[in-house]
């Protein structure tokens, strides 16, 4: 296949990326620069330029761009940013979609678990209610322009969760402070933070890719629930260092304001049954597993 992926460059992309070469398929990247071979397409999201011809000959889109949420606090311009870094590429892609003789056979576009908000002990299926507040209006918007390319072609919404990493993403100020034996729960540690590793994160949506009946939204999650402060004692166990001090709630608003309650104290008990359905096989499908691997210990 030739897959075209914005966000290549990014933590997930990049494993998407060096999966797909070690399978034998074509990644193609979307770059905001002049292209410097024939790998790599040249766009602008912001003005809106993508070359025409680019479409007929892609076999799917994987749709990874967007500035990351984990850089605190939002400022007001920074959430214009994560908003058109997300938005505005998704209709560029999208507008080429529909421009297309030959289009794609699949868009897969990034979403988030944002889109449900605090959900507290709720079980989290992709036919739950969205959320409030900004991440879940983010992710909404994020969606509805994914899905207009679906008159043309099928449409995929991976809408990930936390994704567990070596040295960035969701676990990169986290994990240093474990290593240090200083790590602990955050707030109460009591709230559901649905994870994945990023291994499994780029194999679901090549997965998703590959299957040609998946369509619809389906929630990129391990299919085992963790809380906050399981999910910090594993990490504390796999590097055998303590994990007994807490942040509290409070310093996290005053660090990070709203983005601490969106990410960091918010509950997401995330079902992974729609993607096991599809015979989508994890390789860290376990809170124990992932946090070795994580702390490179697997």
Known sequence: MRVLISGATGLVGSEVRRQLISQGHEPISLVRRPARDTSEVSYDPIRGVIDPEVMNTIDAVANLAGATTGKLPWTRSYKKELISSRVETTKLLVSAILAAKTPPKVLVSGSASGIYGDAGDTWLTEDSPVGTGFLAELASKWEAEALVASSKTRVVLAR????????????????????????????????????????????????????????????????????????????????????????????????????????????????????????????????????KWSVGKS
């Open 160 to 291: 990930t969760t936390m994704v567990m990493s070596r040295k960035l993403g969701a676990l990169g100020r986290l994990l240093p402070l474990v290593r240090l034996g200083v790590g602990g729960p955050l707030g109460s540690g009591k709230q559901w933070w649905a994870f994945i590793s990023l291994p499994d994160e780029a194999a679901a949506i090549i997965h998703l890719i590959n299957q040609s009946d998946a369509s619809g939204a389906y929630n990129l999650t391990a299919p085992e629930p963790a809380t906050c402060a399981q999910l910090v004692h594993a990490l504390g166990k796999a590097l055998h260092r303590p994990t007994i001090l807490p942040v509290p709630a409070f310093a996290l608003r005053l660090a990070f304001g709203e983005g601490a309650d969106e990410l960091l104290l918010c509950s997401q008990k995330m079902s992974a049954d729609r993607l096991v359905a599809t015979g989508f096989k994890f390789q860290h499908p376990t809170l124990e597993s992932a946090a």
